[in-house]
T-cell receptor, first 114, second 112 residues
Framework: DGGITQSPKYLFRKEGQNVTLSCEQNLNHDAMYWYRQDPGQGLRLIYYSQIVNDFQKGDIAEGYSVSREKKESFPLTVTSAQKNPTAFYLC?????????????FGDGTRLSIL | QKEVEQNSGPLSVPEGAIASLNCTYSDRGSQSFFWYRQYSGKSPELIMFIYSNGDKEDGRFTAQLNKASQYVSLLIRDSQPSDSATYLCAVIGGTSYDKVIFGPGTSLSVIP
């Protein structure tokens, strides 16, 4: 079935550790996005990519890094520089925003600090 | 002024009533408007989209768009307890042409 797969579902980070969240899609979408959601809050854009080998910072990129080497994959690394990483991380994909098509979301990854 | 605004709620309606969720946006060039439903602990799911002024109906859901007033709404008829969730308004276009702008969401509670 076509969809967006995020893994793992739950992730724990130790002090000073970098962790990588996986996002894979088989919808043939060009655009992919990473959002952070804190309890009771809305979505905040971390990074987005409209095409392979290109990505842009969102509103809260500090302490995060991404790569887009393949159309299907857009992994997010939460670095040790992100001092408050505990949140629900959502990956989304869609046609390029200029085509006015909606995004679709994966099931999310919950990240906590050990 | 935030780009997309919604009443945070919580909005409480009795079962069977009409729930009305509102969203305003600041960029007059915005072109596409989406409503997502997010259950607690889950990811958002798309329930409606609208591009043109007027109403668009899909089952118990009606999206209404008024570009002159920069206003989009979602009506849920015959509200059910299963409609209890947070509803996110999202907008594309204008100066933010390459990304979707989400509102903060409105929490809806349908009381049996």
């Amino acid at each position: 079935d076509g969809g967006i797969t995020q893994s793992p579902k739950y992730l724990f980070r130790k002090e000073g550790q970098n962790v990588t969240l996986s996002c894979e899609q088989n919808l043939n979408h060009d655009a992919m996005y990473w959002y952070r959601q804190d309890p009771g809050q809305g979505l905040r854009l971390i990074y987005y990519s409209q095409i392979v080998n290109d990505f842009q910072k969102g509103d809260i990129a500090e302490g995060y890094s991404v790569s887009r080497e393949k159309k299907e994959s857009f992994p997010l690394t939460v670095t040790s520089a992100q001092k408050n990483p505990t949140a629900f991380y959502l990956c989304a994909s869609g046609r390029p925003a200029g085509l006015n098509q909606p995004q679709h979301f994966g099931d999310g990854t919950r990240l906590s600090i050990l | 002024q935030k780009e997309v605004e919604q009443n945070s709620g919580p909005l409480s309606v009795p079962e069977g009533a009409i729930a009305s969720l509102n969203c305003t946006y600041s960029d007059r060039g915005s072109q596409s408007f989406f409503w997502y439903r997010q259950y607690s602990g889950k990811s958002p799911e798309l329930i409606m989209f609208i591009y043109s002024n007027g109403d668009k109906e899909d089952g118990r859901f009606t999206a209404q768009l008024n570009k002159a007033s920069q206003y989009v709404s979602l009506l849920i008829r015959d509200s059910q307890p299963s409609d209890s969730a947070t509803y996110l308004c999202a907008v594309i276009g204008g100066t933010s042409y390459d990304k979707v702008i989400f509102g903060p969401g409105t929490s809806l509670s349908v009381i049996p």
